[in-house]
């Protein structure tokens, strides 16, 4: 399939894996990016710089083809060496990169200087048109449905992607809810150029997580992820377990009283306990409600492959189909 994006990336398959904390390893990415789609390195799950470029490095001798990194800007309690995670994306010869969180401006005269294409992921049309201003090359628009944090005005995509076509020059990819073919043809309907998946990436076979991790995906449906930290304006959709039950009572009692203090227990350094040991209630994980459309556990080229098949199916039976009439 060619779009906008296809060959803006350089890629033969519409398909983003996002950048997932403790999920976008070397092993994740290179498995998307081989099987068409662009996969993704998660830059701050590295420790320091110095480790990014090694993941980069190991990235590079599992597959030929362009991946990404994940630069993520959100509030944390020690700030990142952003500027030294920028030399190694660069070093390492990495040509495109996702940011999310905050606007990039302060990161992207530097990463444009060396020629790579920025994608910012994020949640409104206000911020999608900002990232046009600022020079970003394509947007991911990330539905309120999404894993992660959906931003603060729970518009889903069914709004969200039409209303970004209506105002967007540059492409943009839908993020948020994307499972299938279903998925692809209806972004593609909207809009949109492509799309992006996290949660749905987690459970397939090259997914460097606990067991346990895709199981408990496989496990949950459409009803079982819950938003916490509105109160702090950091809304995450994370899969709900007894961690967030905890959480959401600490909420409900403090109000806007909450800080981040009362919540370090259910939110600070749960990444690794989970998606490496596989301890599931070690604190709220994301997770999108597309969980309910997940059924298996592919390898990242079946699952791409199956989505191309059946997209080329509902376009051609279905929908033509339809016309044809
Ligand atoms: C476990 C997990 C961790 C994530 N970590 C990050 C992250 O560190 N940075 C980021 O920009 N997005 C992160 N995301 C968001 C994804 O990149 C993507 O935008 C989102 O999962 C899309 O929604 P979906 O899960 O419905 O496909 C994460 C998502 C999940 C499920």
Redesign the pocket.
């Known amino acids: 399939m060619k779009t906008r994006i296809t060959e803006m990336l350089g890629i033969e398959h519409p398909i983003i894996q996002?950048?997932?904390?403790y999920?976008g390893f070397a092993e994740l990415a290179a498995a998307v990016s081989n099987a068409g789609g662009l996969g993704t390195i998660?830059g701050?799950t590295q420790k320091t710089a110095g480790d990014l470029a090694n993941e980069i490095a190991r990235c590079r001798d599992m597959t030929d083809k362009p991946f990404a990194v994940?630069l993520?800007f959100l509030p944390s309690v020690a700030a990142p060496d952003y500027p030294a995670y920028v030399k190694a994306i660069i070093d390492g010869g990495v040509k495109i990169v996702?940011t999310?969180?905050r606007n990039p401006v302060q990161v992207l005269p530097y990463l444009k200087d060396a020629g790579i294409t920025v994608i910012h992921?994020c949640t409104s049309v206000r911020h999608s048109l900002k990232a046009q201003e600022i020079g970003c090359d394509a947007v991911?628009v990330?539905g309120f449905?999404?894993?992660?944090h959906p931003g603060e005005d729970d518009i889903p995509n069914m709004i969200l992607l039409p209303r970004a076509a209506d105002e967007l020059e540059i492409p943009f990819v839908a993020?948020?809810?994307?499972a299938d073919a279903r998925s692809l043809v209806a972004s593609l309907a909207m809009g949109a150029e492509g799309m992006?998946?996290?949660?749905?990436f987690?459970a397939t076979r090259e997914a460097p997580v606990h067991e346990k991790v895709k199981q408990a995906i496989l496990a949950a449906s459409e009803l079982d992820t819950r938003l916490v930290m509105r109160p702090l304006r950091n809304t995450e959709r994370v899969l709900n377990n007894a961690a967030v039950e905890r959480l959401l009572e600490k909420e409900k009692a403090l109000g806007d009283k909450l800080e981040f203090d009362d919540i370090m227990e259910e939110v600070a350094g749960v990444y690794p306990r989970v998606m490496l040991d596989g301890d599931m209630d070690a604190g709220a994980?994301?997770?999108?409600?597309?969980a309910g459309l997940i059924h298996d556990i592919p390898t990242c080229k079946e699952l791409i492959d199956g989505i191309m098949a059946d997209a080329d199916t509902l376009i051609r039976k279905r929908l033509e189909g339809m016309v044809a009439a």
């Open positions: 996002g950048g997932m904390h999920v998660t701050l994940n993520t996702e999310a969180g992921k991911s990330d449905e999404c894993g992660g993020s948020g809810g994307m992006n998946m996290g949660t749905r987690i994980w994301s997770c999108g409600m597309v």
